[in-house]
Structures are given as C-alpha cells and as structure tokens.
C-alpha cells in the first residue's frame, strides 16, 4: 500500500487553466503539506496543514489554493495556470513535523 | 527564518568508500534535522533525522553528526553502493516555523564503479 499517493503523476495543461492535483496519505498522520520542486531540485513548502489551521507560504500565489475534504486528504488547486507554475509538486505528511513522508510527486508542464 | 545549504551539488566517490555530505543552516534555534535520498523521479525518501539534543545518531550504514556550534551537520555513508547513486537533501525544523522543513539545495552523489 502506498503511503502517500497523489494524482495525475503528470500533467499536461496549457496556459490560463484551472488545475488540481490529489493527495491521500493513509499513516493516519495529522500533518499534510505541498512541496514545489523546480529545475534545480530546489523544494520549496508551499502549505502545511492540519485539522487546526493552514499555513500558508508568503510567496505562494493566491492562485494556489489547498482544499482538505478531511485529515487524509489535501488536494492542490491551481487557477489561471502560467509558465513558471511548472514544476514537480509533492505532497507529504507527517504526525508532528516529524519524518515527513513524500508521495511520489506530479510533473506538471504548463505550455 | 531559517535557510539550509549545501556545501558541494556534486559529489563522486569510488564504490565501496565512505561518502561524506555536509550541510549548514542558519538558524541556531532549529531543533530537528532530517536526510533525505531522492532517487531520479521518486520523491524524497527519509534516511535519518537528529534531535539538537544529540550530537550523532546512526542507523544502517548511515552516520549523522550534528554540531551545533558553529550550524553544521553530515551524513556518512559507509562502504557506497551503486544504489546510494541520489540526490541528497538535508532539512530542518524550528519551533517558530509551524514545524515545516526548510530543505537546503541537494547534493548529487554519483558512485563510480
């Protein structure tokens, strides 16, 4: 089984579109969150999140928005979709910041 | 804040000898460090993590040692296998940052046959 997962595993979308990408963890963790990875490998937080509130990266752009229909989910939405959104973004959780667990990432390519 | 580097974005060492990472941060009041392994198209895979209460941890093959006094801590491989061929992150938490990992730029280690 695995741990986390999240889907499409790539992506493929042109510019101006309206995006979300899933995420499901099953170690019962309390502690999700969204990793943008760029061409240099450089992962960068975007959100943490867990039943008691979202924390935001300042640099993120409201486009991106997290939604969590429940502990076990946290799916990214992407609105307005640009060049530069392109990247591999990762989902992971944790149960109180430890050891976070990635899911396997989402390639998105915005054309 | 915190931000977290790394010293070399490539290292080769021979199959079979000791590979040592390094990686420094910035903010003396983190608390918790991790290893990550990223294998090409995978998403980072825990290796080891150390609390600033200790100084070294080791798990299979693998070493860290943290020293707090001048911000500097390494991962230590023994006897590098073609396998250990990754990317390696090292990240770190303090308590103002709503425990989110800060991860520092990755270091390539290729292992020569």
């Known amino acids: 089984d695995t741990a986390v997962s999240q889907t499409p595993k790539y992506l493929v979308t042109q510019m101006g579109n309206d995006k979300s990408i899933k995420c499901e963890q099953n170690?019962?963790?309390?502690?999700m969150y969204w990793y943008k990875q760029d061409s240099k490998k450089f992962l960068k937080i975007m959100f943490s999140y867990n039943n008691k509130e979202l924390i935001i990266n300042e640099t993120v752009p409201n486009r991106f928005s997290p939604k969590s229909p429940d502990k076990a989910h946290l799916n990214l939405h992407i609105n307005s979709l640009e060049l530069g959104d392109s990247a591999v973004y990762f989902c992971?959780?944790?149960?109180?910041?430890?050891?976070?667990?990635f899911g396997s990432g989402t390639r998105l390519t915005v054309v | 804040g915190e931000s977290v580097g790394l010293h070399l974005p490539t290292l080769s060492v021979q199959e079979g000898d000791n590979s040592i990472i390094n990686c420094a941060y910035s903010?003396?009041?983190?608390?918790?460090f991790i290893w990550y392994k990223q294998e090409s198209g995978k998403g980072p895979q825990f290796i080891i993590d150390i609390r600033s209460n200790m100084d070294k941890r080791q798990g299979q093959r693998v070493t860290v040692l943290l020293n707090k006094t001048v911000k500097h801590l390494s991962l230590q491989i023994a006897a590098t296998q073609p396998g250990d061929s990754a990317v390696y992150f090292c990240a770190g938490e303090h308590p103002g940052s709503a425990r989110q990992l800060t991860f520092g730029s990755g270091t390539q280690l290729t292992v020569l046959p």
């Open positions: 903010n003396s009041a983190s608390d918790y």
């Open positions: 992971a959780s944790s149960h109180g910041g430890d050891r976070y667990t």
């Open positions: 170690l019962g963790h309390d502690t």
